[in-house]
């Protein structure tokens, strides 16, 4: 990164910019994704995507990326092969950052093993806003969840304590329970049940340390 500065007018008033800062990108560096696609169980509770860098890796680097599909607002029950992620994954949207000499990052996104039978959707993955480095050839990824029921459920599946604490995880925080949490809020749920659960919790006096949800 460097600057120009100028100074000194001839023939003209004033200079509205006087300084301009000059970023040169390192294209000695690329940051993409290792995989155009990645298949998913939808039991698994998460994919995992890997972000490689080849070429320079003797300076810090990072990229941004985010998840994104096209069921937009319908019905978990509608079966087209888009996952939503009101439904079927967690949003997962941040900054990768490679310290100097790391090749390779991977970030998570949370998967929810509901009890619809849907057949296979999938969402993408997209690369974006590089720095200290270029984007590489593969900046999108399409994951495939793979459908793990073949009946219709005979139970909602937020009826269970343990699909309700792991979806209020997702849906609040954007990440599954770590262990201690889990294990708190599901004896806290199962202390009146667990339709009763989402009323419960909601009149839960505060938590003891290490099951609040962040
Ligand atoms: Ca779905
Ligand atoms: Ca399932
Ligand atoms: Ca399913």
Redesign the pocket.
């Known amino acids: 990164m460097g600057s120009i500065a100028l100074s000194n007018p001839t023939n003209i008033s004033s200079l509205f910019t006087t300084n301009v800062t000059v970023t040169i990108a390192n294209d000695d560096a690329t940051l993409q994704l290792s995989n155009a696609s990645v298949t998913v169980d939808?039991?698994a509770a998460l994919a995992t995507v890997t972000v490689t860098r080849v070429g320079d890796i003797s300076r810090a680097a990072t990229a941004q990326f985010a998840t994104t599909d096209s069921a937009g607002l319908q019905s978990c029950t509608v079966a087209n092969g888009k996952a939503s992620e009101r439904c079927d994954y967690g949003t997962a949207v941040g900054t990768l950052r490679f310290a100097i000499n790391e090749t390779a990052k991977t970030f998570t996104i949370p998967i929810v093993?509901?009890?619809l039978v849907e057949g296979d959707e999938t969402f993408t993955v997209n690369l974006s806003a590089p720095s200290g480095a270029l984007l590489g050839a593969t900046t999108t990824a399409t994951i495939t969840i793979t459908d793990?029921?073949s009946s219709p459920a005979t139970q909602n599946p937020v009826d269970g304590v343990a699909f309700f604490v792991t979806q209020q995880y997702i849906d609040f925080l954007g990440r599954l329970p770590d262990a201690v949490g889990f294990a708190n809020w599901t004896r806290v749920c199962r202390c009146t049940g667990p339709k009763q659960s989402r009323t419960r919790l909601s009149r839960q006096p505060e938590p003891e340390s290490g099951s609040n949800f962040p």
Request: glycine share 0%.
């Open positions: 939808e039991a093993n509901d009890a793990n029921d």
